[in-house]
């Protein structure tokens, strides 16, 4: 069965902190993502990955960085959080690099709360 | 104008009717079209999945592409409460990573 986990569902942190988020897949897919969802807004690309050391910015990369050591780990890092990255975060994978069929597998997010 | 656009909704419907839902999109390049279900507070959660014209069907659902019109629908027959959720219609192009677009979502009720 297709398992994306995520460290935390619920995380607070303090204006100015450095927070990581870590992303774990065990379908052994080359693409991972970092999304942001928001009322009214929907989801939003950060970053995604399509190889180990290999990422692209999104729509949104402002504020954020990503690392990918391992094909089956994918870490968002927020280096100084602010308010407005206050969100519930989702990652999400998908294999068939270059292929049409791109479903991808969600995580159960982590709402993150910056004070 | 958005590249996927749905209704926000609310939809309401009684339970044992027939839901549908609507979203069209602009990328003519799209190949894969893709139904969400997400439930207050939780992750997306994929139940349909559509790469050719017509029709797909799966239990209660229907999905329906047609890509001359830019348009993919979902029909849910015999709607139930536990349909009572957001449906967030993604669209994919081939490309580094096969990335979705995703519309922002439908909200669906189904009332007793």
């Known amino acids: 069965d297709v398992k994306v986990t995520q460290s935390s569902r619920y995380l607070v942190k303090r204006t100015g902190e450095k927070v990581f988020l870590e992303c774990v897949q065990d379908?052994?897919?080359?693409?991972m993502f970092w999304y942001r969802q928001d009322p009214g807004l929907g989801l939003r690309l950060i970053y995604f990955?399509?190889?180990?050391?290999?990422?692209e910015k999104g729509d949104i990369p402002e504020g954020y960085s990503v690392s990918r050591e391992k094909k089956e780990r994918f870490s968002l890092i927020l280096e100084s959080a602010s308010t407005n990255q206050t969100s519930m975060y989702l990652c999400?994978?998908?294999?068939?690099?270059?292929?049409?069929?791109?479903?991808?597998?969600f995580g159960p997010g982590t709402r993150l709360t910056v004070l | 104008q958005k590249e996927v656009e749905q209704n926000s909704g609310p939809l309401s419907v009684p339970e044992g009717a027939i839901a549908s839902l609507n979203c069209t999109y602009s990328?003519?390049?799209?190949?894969?079209f893709f139904w969400y279900r997400q439930y207050s507070g939780k992750s997306p959660e994929l139940i349909m999945s559509?790469?050719?014209?017509g029709d797909k069907e799966d239990g209660r659902f229907t999905a329906q592409l047609n890509k001359a019109s830019q348009y993919v629908s979902l029909l849910i027959r015999d709607s139930q409460p536990s349909d009572s959720a957001t449906y967030l219609c993604?669209?994919?192009?081939?490309?580094?990573?096969?990335?979705?677009?995703f519309g922002t979502g439908t909200r669906l009720q189904v009332t007793l």
């Open positions: 999400a994978s998908s294999s068939a690099h270059g292929n049409i069929y791109n479903e991808q597998f």
């Open positions: 379908m052994d897919h080359e693409n």
């Open positions: 990955s399509y190889d180990v050391k290999m990422k």
């Open positions: 990328d003519r390049g799209s190949q894969s």
């Open positions: 559509i790469y050719s014209n």
């Open positions: 993604a669209v994919g192009r081939p490309g580094t990573a096969s990335k979705l677009t």
